[in-house]
């Protein structure tokens, strides 16, 4: 069965993007299938993916490899034509085996007016009917023709009508953070979010307009994972004192807010589990990711993950090449382990 992870933050900057792109690429190392899915109108993981800056690099883009993007492999259900969803043909990344991308586009952003329609009529218009299951079946749809273990999405910095579509749908999702004051009030907000676009998507499913739907709601609960640690700046391997204290009041709000109310409706995977691979300070943080700084750059530059760089692709000498060589392998050693914890999480 494939996994469908969705990585989900209303608060921008909590760096989706480059975890969704080292993350995807590192399962995909560890012998798994992966697609990477592209959901914010932004498109920063198709620049990321595809090495392109600007709207005409990628429609040239998708013109000369013959791939699809998101919004044209929706378009029969949500431009109201009478053909029906198909698998889509997905960018294949050139230096990573079983690793593919289904590109996002500037445009997806249109189609939330009309989930958004479809959400609050639950279906009273019979041509909405098929709106609300059709990412899910587009998702379905392109896991069985690529055969892949895992679909991870990088979804936009917002509370949409889009992002509860496909948080709703998902088996699981992760929440990236970043030390700081906005982040601990998104984590607060989401306490009240994510229930209640559960409870919209249970009504959507149970009501009877829905019945004759082709593309039906699936019997999902997402479940949560876990939070990432990210962008922060250590000091002897550990965060620095300032980024700490944001550290520890949003994971007492994850502890104290969040939790319980996924916990009501079921909407977290076994405590158990986490147990085995977090510490107690944390006891939903799967992972500490600290800022990239010049890496990143690199790593752009080559269309790489920042843990694959060579010694060439650095560009430096001396003590300076050595610090990010270092940096670098530290960064292959967390994200194998962040890997194998989704994994773990995952797994049945």
């Known amino acids: ?63 000369n490899h013959r791939i699809d993007d998101l919004k044209k492999s929706l378009a029969p259900v949500f431009d109201g034509g009478l053909t029906e969803i198909k698998a889509a043909n997905c960018y294949e990344i050139p230096k990573r085996n079983n690793l593919f991308l289904l590109p996002g586009h500037i445009d ?48 936009s910095p917002s509370v949409s009508a889009t992002n509860a579509n496909i948080l709703m749908q998902s088996n699981f999702f992760l929440v990236p953070c970043s030390p700081d004051y906005f ?86 995977v076994d405590e158990s589990k986490f147990s085995s691979i977090v510490n107690d300070l944390e006891p939903f943080n799967i992972s500490n990711i600290r800022d990239f700084n010049s890496l990143i750059a690199q790593s752009q530059y080559y269309n790489v993950p920042i843990y694959s760089l060579t010694e060439e692709q650095l560009h430096q000498h001396g003590n300076v090449k050595k610090n990010m060589m270092d940096n670098r392998d530290e960064f292959n050693m967390t994200f194998e382990k962040l890997a194998k914890n989704v994994m773990f999480l995952t797994k049945k």
């Open 108 to 155: 997806f952003a249109e189609y939330d007016v009309s989930l958004g329609i479809a959400q609050e009529l639950t279906g009273s218009l019979k041509l909405l009917k098929n709106i609300p299951g059709a990412i899910n079946q587009l998702l379905r749809k392109t896991a069985e023709k690529y055969n892949l273990d895992y679909i991870i999405i990088d979804m």
């Open 183 to 268: 982040c601990n009030m998104a984590i607060k907000s989401l306490v009240d979010i994510i229930p209640n676009w559960f409870e919209i998507y249970e009504n959507l499913k149970n009501h009877s307009s829905f019945s004759s739907a082709d593309y039906k709601i699936p019997e999902t609960k997402p479940q949560f994972i876990g939070t990432i640690f990210q962008r922060y700046r250590p000091r002897n391997g550990m965060p620095v004192k300032s980024f700490q204290t944001w550290i520890d009041s949003i994971m007492k709000n994850v502890n104290t807010l969040l939790v319980p109310a996924l916990k009501r409706h079921n909407l977290i």
């Open 1 to 63: 069965m494939t996994e469908i992870i969705s990585l989900f933050n209303h608060k921008g900057g909590v760096s989706k993007t480059t975890t969704t792109y080292n993350l995807a690429w590192k399962l995909a190392e560890l012998g798994q299938r992966v697609l990477m899915v592209d959901t914010d109108p932004q498109c920063n993981l198709t620049g990321l993916c595809l090495n392109v800056s600007g709207v005409d690099d990628l429609s040239d883009v998708y013109e």
